[in-house]
């Protein structure tokens, strides 16, 4: 792995539906309401009627001093299964959404984010600051999953990252 690039997942189990969870998910230009560390959600394209193809540009904040900017294009929408997309700007790569119900009642989110760092100054320092990126992208899915929790009344079960 190249020291600009990142393969991080988090996984969300909460006690809330799937079908609730998924809308949640999936309506992006709403997460500025519930998710703090998203700053601002833009559609840039429309896409086709099934959303595959829009493009939109994500502006995050996380614990450390800087934004990410970036835009992410929708390459796969499996309702109640999984979101795709493709990153490009600050961050280059994929990104995806993955989700499951398991017999308790429990619902679980998996993000899989490989990314690479596109800015310099991000670059220069990756050999060092790698494990403060990688804790400010904890922190940010951290947050993500306790606000859905809130926003959906449900029970946060668990939150796993692994990078």
Same mark, same amino acid.
Request: charged share 25%; hydrophobic share 40%.
């Given at each position: 792995?190249?020291? $600009?690039?990142?393969?991080?997942?988090?996984?969300?189990?909460?006690?809330?539906?799937?079908?609730?969870?998924?809308?949640?998910? @999936?309506?992006?230009?709403?997460?500025?309401?519930?998710?703090?560390?998203?700053?601002?959600?833009?559609?840039?394209?429309? =896409?086709?009627?099934?959303?595959? =193809?829009?493009?939109?540009?994500?502006?995050?904040?996380?614990?450390?001093?800087?934004?990410?900017?970036?835009?992410?294009?929708?390459?796969?929408?499996?309702?109640?299964?999984?979101?795709?997309?493709?990153?490009? =700007?600050?961050?280059? =790569?994929?990104?995806?959404?993955?989700?499951?119900?398991?017999?308790?009642?429990?619902?679980?989110?998996?993000?899989?984010?490989?990314? @690479?760092?596109?800015?310099?100054?991000?670059?220069?320092?990756?050999?060092?600051?790698?494990?403060?990126?990688?804790?400010?992208?904890?922190?940010?899915?951290?947050? $993500?999953?306790?606000?859905?929790?809130?926003?959906?009344?449900?029970?946060?079960?668990?939150?796993?990252?692994?990078?």
């Amino acid at each position: 792995m190249q020291s $600009g690039e990142y393969r991080l997942s988090t996984v969300w189990r909460l006690e809330a539906p799937l079908p609730a969870v998924w809308t949640a998910i @999936h309506d992006s230009a709403r997460w500025p309401e519930w998710w703090k560390n998203v700053e601002r959600v833009a559609a840039l394209e429309a =896409g086709s009627s099934d959303g595959v =193809g829009a493009l939109q540009r994500y502006t995050w904040k996380g614990r450390l001093p800087y934004r990410v900017v970036f835009d992410m294009r929708v390459t796969r929408i499996e309702p109640l299964v999984a979101l795709e997309g493709i990153a490009s =700007g600050d961050l280059e =790569g994929t990104g995806c959404w993955r989700f499951s119900h398991d017999p308790g009642g429990v619902t679980v989110v998996r993000y899989e984010w490989r990314v @690479h760092t596109k800015r310099g100054w991000m670059n220069v320092f990756a050999p060092l600051a790698r494990p403060f990126f990688q804790w400010n992208h904890d922190f940010v899915m951290r947050e $993500g999953g306790i606000s859905l929790a809130r926003l959906l009344g449900a029970r946060l079960v668990s939150i796993e990252h692994r990078s």
